[in-house]
């Protein structure tokens, strides 16, 4: 499968960069996770809007959802030929505000997931992990049979992330601090992204969710001094991972 960075601030876009969102592709199945600001053009550099088959948004801060109103407009008036019909948009129940803004008639439909079972989308199987953030919100791990990738999502760091990204290929970590932050907070620091990353046995972390006012290469440094194999990176416009 091939990830493909579309955003990747936390909060708000920046220096003309977007907030998360991500394209998952595995044998022309073409998966958005998350659709935060900029997420349409940035989209539209890759492959047509109208080619996805699903949509998943691991919760509803506007950082991951600024781009999804667009976006469904983009399905509703664009005439180009679409990959399937009605565009399924993956979403939690528990915000029903959020849930049912994921239904716009004939054009996109909202479908539930939970913790409670996996999630089965096209090539790809999902099981999800509530995290520590302020709304309902979901880490996902995501599988096309050979290989793995978790996605923490936002959230503060816990233990029980360490188990639910085991061995994973790729993962994707919400590092909106540096290693100096102490305190309650909703995001992780660069050492628990790495951290969390040697616990698990994760071969690539890729450092996401970043903030507008720590340099980002210190993030990358801080991070690098930490895990013990396989390569840290940060998020970036465009970035591709093949895995
Ligand atoms: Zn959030």
Same mark, same amino acid.
């Given at each position: 499968m091939k990830l493909t960075v579309l955003g990747y601030f936390g909060g708000y876009p920046f220096d003309g960069h977007g907030t998360t969102s991500y394209l998952l592709q595995e044998n022309g199945y073409n998966l958005l996770i998350d659709c935060g600001s900029n997420t349409v053009n940035n989209l539209s550099k890759v492959?047509?809007?109208? =080619?996805? $088959?699903g949509v998943i948004i691991s919760h509803y801060h506007h950082d991951h959802i600024a781009d999804l109103g667009v976006l469904q407009y983009y399905w509703q008036l664009n005439n180009g030929k679409k990959k399937v019909d009605i565009l399924p948009i993956y979403g939690n129940t528990q915000d029903p505000l959020n849930y049912g803004s994921?239904?716009? /008639?004939? *054009?996109t439909v909202g479908k539930s997931y939970s913790d409670l079972a996996p999630l089965e989308i096209g090539p790809f199987k999902i099981e999800f992990l509530r995290t520590? @953030? #302020? *709304?309902?919100t979901y880490a996902m791990r995501i599988t096309n049979g050979k290989k793995i990738l978790t996605f923490t999502a936002d959230? $503060?760091?816990?233990? $029980?992330l360490v188990d639910f990204s085991m061995n994973s290929n790729l993962l994707i970590t919400d590092?909106?601090? $540096?290693?100096q932050k102490t305190g309650i907070k909703w995001h992780m620091t660069s050492v628990e992204s790495a951290k969390l990353a040697n616990d698990s046995n994760s071969e690539v972390l890729l450092l996401s @969710?970043? #903030? =507008? /006012?720590?340099?980002h290469n210190q993030l990358l440094k801080e991070a690098k001094a930490i895990k013990k194999t396989g390569k840290v990176f940060l998020a970036s416009d465009a970035l591709s991972v093949e895995l």
């Open positions: 492959i047509d809007p109208l =080619q996805l $088959d994921l239904t716009l /008639e004939k *054009v520590i @953030h #302020p *709304v309902p959230t $503060d760091y816990f233990d $029980d590092t909106n601090f $540096d290693k @969710h970043l #903030p =507008q /006012e720590i340099n």
